[in-house]
């Protein structure tokens, strides 16, 4: 890397070739003003504040914008500089409010602290006064135009970072503002309200609603954290007084790198909601009521053993969390297998991403995503499959968003016209259900057209010679009359992928909830092997995680057919290891999936069960049947922090500690292990779920017993070879990647370097199969479930968010103008959806996002649940149910069937 040498104020000061004077000035401990200059944003040197004296130069310099030069001299505090500074300031506050007193940004406003700092006077420059009303149209945040100094920054942070071009300078001179197109609401707007132009905002021109009067920055504690909501892992500061949490900001954390999205910022106030579970409670004659702790855990224990006791341990089943931490999904598996004695505990993983994790281990030998989030960004072609990445994860879209702006090209595989397709260079709007059809004909183009990496095949991968083979029945013309994708689309994304010298996947559930499932994902690792497009940075084959704690959960055994760090139960070594490290023998035989847990409920055959963090009653295919199985149950306990849905079917209910009021350690989805810190004490009674999983075991007869989570994860580390080299003492700001096997490894980036980790990748020849429902005479249309931007999951968090719930308080069906023509239905009509499995009524959403052939619905809103009409079908290998295709019809609401 070059160098160069200059002199800053006097101190010789080596600074990288092509930084600015500003950086160089910061990397050498010397401070210069500034408002309109941002690290994360492009620099323009427009406020003048950040003037520096260069010898030799005629005119003062904007040092945010020279580069520095060899022997540079530089001086940053002369008169002339500070003159500058001041008239700057004071036009500034010529036309400032200046009410500080009611500000909330007090002491925390650049503007006020370089008034202080330069003795800077309001009233040099008297004159006309900004006089607009107050901006207060939106459940997130205000906008005081007469606090705007015109900065830009937010312009540049939604255009260049976020790349939604909301806003922008309206009007001239005195009159410039910052406004939406023609002047719109914000919310009728391409605003996302993300809060990112909030963070960047130097002064009090835009203030969140939520921590309005609630306390100053130097009234509250700022407390490290990981966002409890996607896989994304974005580090964020609680913002703490009076023991509650009354604001967040980001952290630059690896993952956000100062960035959040709505929910992340404004979605954090369901901590405080009257809602939450403070005391035990037990049903007792059809009704809750509340018990002390020592008679719920006594109870929970006594009817859990008496039911193995007198049915066998297969008879309990267990659902542990993607919401809670590593140590807590370790200790229900624990729980499951050494105190109960069976291998029936899943979670929620199998309803998302069970087919990643059987897949790519299969074709690479690790289930998990191969490379890391920062990566995208210098990706130079990315492909992105069955993942609405903007609304699902949206922080990682931003890293989509610059990459683009550094040349790459985007292909957008989706059958929905998304915000993400729409910035694409190729968008193949296929049918739900016929991925493979699609992957396949874009590999029958690679190879005709000779645009394998033939080194990589040869020295890498096994299996190609029937790969090949097979893919000669997929032109893109046969693939088009399955995915419905016109045959020259198909083959220019595929030549896109093939030349580039960086290309990367993402995919999410659009993929892998298809009981085809696991062919998708193996087809994928097919294209990224075909091409060489995996093993180095910026490429890989990157499955984006739904919850907080996916990987962290499916890391620490919480699935049926593996112990921590995928060890099988089924090999007598590993299990041997387990056995003696709790002390107890163990099942060998693989237990049931959620699904399968379900179905044995109804069967009577799983008498009861124990649910800790997850809402089946919302996020399970069929609810109707998941009702008919847990009513079925002797037995049900739920462990959360919320009445869900679930929990008014358990006959106990025991009241959890959020994640903000526990230590612990979240796994995100690129491996990154990230610590959790207690910021405020949990509500009333309730404690964090390690306790309690710890007091039930000792209730039953087991002891488990450890001082602190930090325990947990050093119990961890001796038995999961990945987790071997992560501790507490080592995870203290950006965490670390598995596999780390010991203390003095630092993790890992990306995976697969110089060979996979079963050695050699494996070419799967997988030939496309329909969906196992499709449309027909009764039921006409396709319909595919998903999330949306403002809501998380079954919406027990979000729809508790106050801002996030008032933005998109319900659910709703998209519906193309075409087939809502021929049905008779206009926008925001009520109708009905029904399905095999049932209907639910909801509005019309009339919209050309989806095709004529396909309604969507997201299954966040258990008042109209997605979830009551989807297939429980299941992918055999990896049994996850097929929630993204189902036939159905739609009707006005109490107008009849659909013809």
Same mark, same amino acid.
Not at 546 to 558: E, I, K, L, S, T
Not at 715 to 724: F, I, K, M, N, R
């Given at each position: 890397?070059? *160098?160069?040498?200059?002199?800053?104020?006097?101190k010789?000061?080596?600074?990288?070739?092509g930084?600015?004077?500003?950086?160089?000035?910061?990397?050498?401990?010397?401070?210069?003003?500034?408002?309109?200059?941002?690290?994360?944003?492009e620099?323009?040197?427009?406020?003048?504040?950040? #003037?520096?004296?260069?010898?030799g130069?005629?005119?003062?310099?904007?040092?945010?914008?020279?580069?520095?030069?060899?022997?540079?001299?530089?001086?940053?505090?002369?008169?002339?500089?500070?003159?500058?500074?001041?008239?700057?300031?004071?036009?500034?506050?010529?036309?400032?409010?200046?009410?500080?007193?009611?500000?909330?940004?007090?002491?925390?406003?650049?503007?006020?602290?370089?008034?202080?700092?330069?003795?800077?006077?309001? $009233? #040099?420059?008297?004159?006309?006064?900004k006089?607009?009303? @107050?901006?207060?149209?939106?459940?997130?945040f205000?906008?005081?135009?007469?606090?705007?100094?015109?900065?830009?920054?937010c312009?540049?942070?939604?255009?260049?970072?976020?790349?939604?071009?909301?806003?922008?300078?309206?009007?001239?001179g005195?009159?410039?503002?910052?406004?939406?197109?023609?002047?719109?609401?914000?919310?009728?707007?391409p605003?996302?309200?993300?809060?990112?132009?909030?963070s960047?905002?130097?002064?009090?021109? @835009?203030?969140?609603?939520?921590?309005?009067?609630?306390?100053?920055?130097?009234?509250?504690?700022?407390v490290?954290?990981?966002?409890?909501?996607?896989? #994304? %892992?974005?580090?964020?500061? =609680?913002?703490?007084?009076?023991?509650?949490v009354i604001?967040?900001?980001?952290?630059?954390?690896?993952?956000?790198?100062?960035l959040?999205?709505?929910?992340?910022?404004?979605?954090? $106030?369901?901590?405080?909601?009257?809602?939450?579970?403070?005391?035990?409670l037990?049903?007792v004659?059809?009704?809750?009521?509340?018990?002390?702790?020592?008679?719920?855990?006594?109870?929970?224990?006594?009817? /859990?053993?008496?039911?193995?006791?007198?049915?066998?341990?297969?008879?309990?089943?267990?659902?542990?969390?993607?919401?809670?931490?590593?140590?807590?999904?370790? !200790?229900?598996?624990?729980?499951?297998?050494?105190?109960?004695?069976?291998?029936?505990?899943?979670?929620?993983?199998?309803?998302?991403?069970a087919?990643?994790?059987?897949?790519?281990?299969?074709?690479?030998?690790? &289930?998990?995503?191969?490379?890391?989030?920062?990566?995208?960004?210098?990706?130079?072609?990315?492909?992105?499959? %069955?993942?609405?990445?903007?609304?699902?994860?949206?922080?990682?879209?931003?890293?989509i968003?610059?990459?683009?702006?550094?040349?790459?090209? =985007?292909?957008?595989?989706?059958?929905?016209?998304?915000?993400?397709?729409?910035?694409?260079?190729?968008?193949?709007?296929?049918l739900?259900?016929?991925?493979?059809?699609? =992957?396949?004909?874009?590999?029958?183009?690679?190879?005709?057209?000779?645009?394998?990496?033939?080194?990589?095949?040869?020295?890498? *991968?096994?299996?190609?010679?029937?790969?090949?083979?097979?893919?000669?029945?997929?032109?893109?013309?046969?693939?088009?009359?399955?995915?419905?994708?016109?045959?020259?689309?198909?083959?220019?994304?595929?030549?896109?992928?093939?030349?580039?010298?960086?290309?990367?996947? /993402?995919?999410?559930?659009?993929?892998?909830?298809?009981?085809?499932?696991?062919?998708?994902?193996?087809?994928?690792?097919?294209?990224?092997?075909?091409?060489?497009?995996?093993?180095?940075?910026?490429? &890989?084959?990157?499955?984006?995680r739904?919850?907080?704690?996916?990987?962290?959960?499916?890391?620490?055994?919480?699935l049926?057919?593996?112990?921590?760090?995928?060890?099988?139960?089924?090999?007598?070594?590993?299990? &041997?290891?387990?056995?003696k490290?709790?002390?107890?023998?163990?099942?060998?035989?693989?237990?049931?999936t959620?699904?399968?847990?379900?179905?044995?409920?109804?069967?009577?055959?799983?008498?009861?069960?124990?649910?800790?963090?997850?809402?089946?009653?919302?996020?399970?295919?069929?609810?109707?049947?998941v009702?008919?199985?847990?009513?079925?149950?002797?037995?049900?306990?739920?462990?959360?922090?919320?009445?869900?849905?679930?929990?008014?079917?358990?006959?106990?209910?025991?009241?959890?500690?959020?994640?903000?009021?526990?230590?612990?350690?979240? *796994?995100?989805?690129?491996?990154?292990?990230?610590?959790?810190?207690?910021?405020?004490?949990?509500? %009333?009674?309730?404690?964090?779920?390690? =306790?309690?999983?710890?007091?039930?075991?000792?209730?039953?007869g087991?002891?488990?017993?450890?001082?602190?989570p930090?325990?947990i !994860?050093?119990?961890?580390?001796?038995?999961?070879?990945?987790?071997?080299?992560?501790?507490?003492?080592?995870?203290?700001?950006?965490?670390?990647?598995?596999?780390?096997?010991?203390p003095?490894?630092?993790?890992?980036?990306?995976?697969?370097? $110089?060979?996979?980790?079963?050695?050699l990748?494996?070419?799967?020849?997988?030939?496309?199969?329909?969906?196992?429902?499709?449309?027909?005479?009764?039921?006409?249309?396709?319909?595919? *479930?998903?999330?949306?931007?403002?809501?998380?999951?079954?919406?027990?968090?979000?729809?508790?968010?106050?801002?996030?719930?008032?933005?998109?308080?319900? &659910?709703?069906?998209?519906?193309?103008?075409?087939?809502?023509?021929?049905?008779?239905?206009?926008?925001?009509?009520?109708?009905?959806?029904?399905?095999?499995?049932?209907?639910?009524?909801?509005?019309?959403?009339?919209?050309?996002?989806v095709?004529?052939? #396909?309604?969507?619905?997201?299954?966040?809103?258990?008042?109209?649940a997605?979830?009551?009409?989807?297939?429980?079908?299941?992918d055999?290998?990896?049994?996850?149910?097929?929630?993204?295709?189902?036939?159905?019809?739609?009707?006005?609401?109490?107008?009849?069937?659909?013809?």
């Open positions: 890397m070059t *160098t160069v040498n200059l002199w800053i104020d006097g010789n000061v080596t600074a990288r070739q930084m600015t004077v500003m950086e160089a000035a910061e990397e050498a401990g010397i401070r210069i003003p500034h408002l309109c200059y941002h690290p994360l944003l620099k323009t040197g427009a406020c003048r504040l950040c #003037v520096v004296e260069i010898e130069a005629r005119a003062l310099q904007s040092s945010c914008t020279v580069p520095v030069a060899e022997g540079m001299r530089v001086h940053t505090m002369t008169q002339r500089v500070i003159n500058a500074r001041k008239t700057v300031l004071e036009l500034l506050l010529a036309n400032h409010p200046t009410e500080c007193l009611t500000c909330e940004k007090a002491g925390d406003c650049a503007l006020q602290d370089y008034a202080y700092e330069y003795n800077v006077r309001s $009233d #040099v420059y008297p004159g006309k006064k006089e607009y009303p @107050l901006e207060d149209n939106n459940p997130f205000t906008r005081d135009h007469n606090k705007c100094i015109v900065c830009g920054r312009i540049r942070m939604c255009a260049d970072i976020q790349g939604q071009y909301a806003i922008d300078y309206a009007y001239r005195f009159s410039t503002r910052v406004l939406t197109a023609y002047d719109e609401s914000l919310v009728d707007s605003c996302v309200f993300c809060g990112n132009c909030i960047v905002c130097p002064v009090g021109a @835009l203030t969140p609603k939520w921590e309005r009067g609630k306390g100053r920055k130097w009234q509250y504690e700022k490290r954290s990981v966002c409890p909501y996607c896989g #994304v %892992g974005c580090q964020i500061y =609680l913002h703490v007084k009076d023991s509650k604001g967040v900001s980001a952290a630059d954390g690896p993952a956000n790198r100062g959040l999205c709505v929910k992340g910022r404004f979605g954090q $106030d369901f901590l405080e909601h009257p809602d939450r579970l403070t005391k035990p037990i049903r004659d059809g009704r809750f009521v509340e018990a002390e702790w020592e008679e719920a855990l006594s109870l929970v224990a006594e009817k /859990l053993s008496a039911i193995r006791d007198k049915y066998g341990p297969d008879a309990l089943g267990f659902l542990s969390s993607a919401k809670v931490t590593n140590e807590e999904n370790y !200790l229900m598996q624990k729980l499951a297998r050494a105190v109960f004695g069976t291998n029936n505990v899943d979670h929620c993983a199998r309803l998302c991403h087919s990643s994790v059987a897949g790519l281990a299969a074709s690479f030998g690790s &289930g998990a995503m191969t490379n890391s989030i920062e990566e995208i960004e210098n990706a130079d072609v990315i492909f992105v499959i %069955g993942s609405n990445t903007k609304e699902a994860h949206p922080v990682i879209g931003t890293y968003t610059r990459a683009i702006s550094k040349g790459a090209r =985007l292909i957008v595989a989706d059958p929905r016209k998304t915000d993400l397709a729409a910035c694409a260079d190729v968008h193949l709007q296929h739900p259900g016929s991925d493979v059809a699609l =992957l396949n004909a874009m590999m029958h183009v690679i190879l005709r057209d000779r645009l394998h990496n033939e080194d990589f095949i040869r020295n890498r *991968t096994e299996g190609f010679t029937e790969l090949k083979e097979m893919l000669e029945e997929y032109s893109p013309e046969v693939a088009e009359g399955i995915t419905g994708v016109p045959a020259d689309k198909m083959e220019i994304a595929a030549r896109i992928f093939a030349t580039a010298k960086k290309g990367t996947i /993402l995919y999410s559930m659009g993929i892998t909830q298809h009981t085809t499932g696991t062919d998708n994902v193996m087809s994928i690792a097919n294209l990224a092997m075909l091409t060489g497009h995996i093993g180095r940075e910026s490429t &890989g084959v990157n499955p984006l739904g919850q907080n704690n996916v990987q962290g959960a499916c890391d620490m055994g919480a049926p057919n593996v112990f921590p760090g995928y060890q099988r139960v089924d090999d007598p070594t590993a299990r &041997g290891k387990f056995e490290a709790w002390g107890r023998a163990l099942p060998d035989k693989v237990g049931l959620v699904v399968e847990m379900m179905n044995a409920a109804r069967a009577g055959q799983i008498r009861g069960m124990f649910i800790m963090g997850e809402n089946p009653m919302v996020s399970d295919p069929d609810i109707s049947h009702k008919e199985s847990l009513e079925q149950l002797e037995f049900l306990v739920v462990l959360d922090i919320f009445p869900t849905e679930t929990a008014q079917l358990a006959h106990v209910v025991l009241p959890a500690a959020a994640y903000a009021e526990k230590e612990g350690t979240f *796994t995100n989805t690129e491996r990154r292990v990230q610590r959790i810190y207690r910021a405020v004490p949990p509500p %009333g009674q309730a404690r964090p779920d390690w =306790l309690v999983l710890c007091q039930i075991a000792k209730a039953a087991y002891e488990m017993d450890y001082d602190s930090a325990d !994860l050093a119990e961890v580390a001796t038995l999961t070879p990945s987790y071997g080299g992560i501790s507490y003492e080592r995870l203290d700001g950006e965490g670390l990647q598995w596999p780390c096997p010991d003095g490894h630092p993790g890992t980036r990306y995976l697969h370097k $110089d060979k996979f980790t079963r050695g990748g494996r070419f799967y020849p997988v030939a496309f199969k329909e969906p196992a429902e499709w449309p027909d005479k009764d039921y006409p249309l396709i319909l595919s *479930t998903g999330r949306v931007l403002y809501h998380y999951h079954t919406g027990s968090m979000s729809r508790r968010a106050r801002a996030l719930d008032e933005l998109v308080p319900g &659910g709703y069906v998209e519906i193309h103008p075409k087939t809502a023509e021929a049905l008779g239905i206009a926008d925001g009509q009520m109708v009905r959806v029904e399905t095999r499995r049932g209907w639910v009524d909801t509005k019309a959403r009339v919209t050309d996002t095709s004529q052939r #396909v309604i969507f619905m997201p299954f966040h809103f258990a008042e109209a997605a979830n009551v009409l989807t297939n429980p079908a299941l055999p290998v990896a049994k996850i149910p097929e929630l993204k295709v189902c036939a159905a019809r739609v009707t006005l609401a109490g107008k009849g069937d659909a013809q």
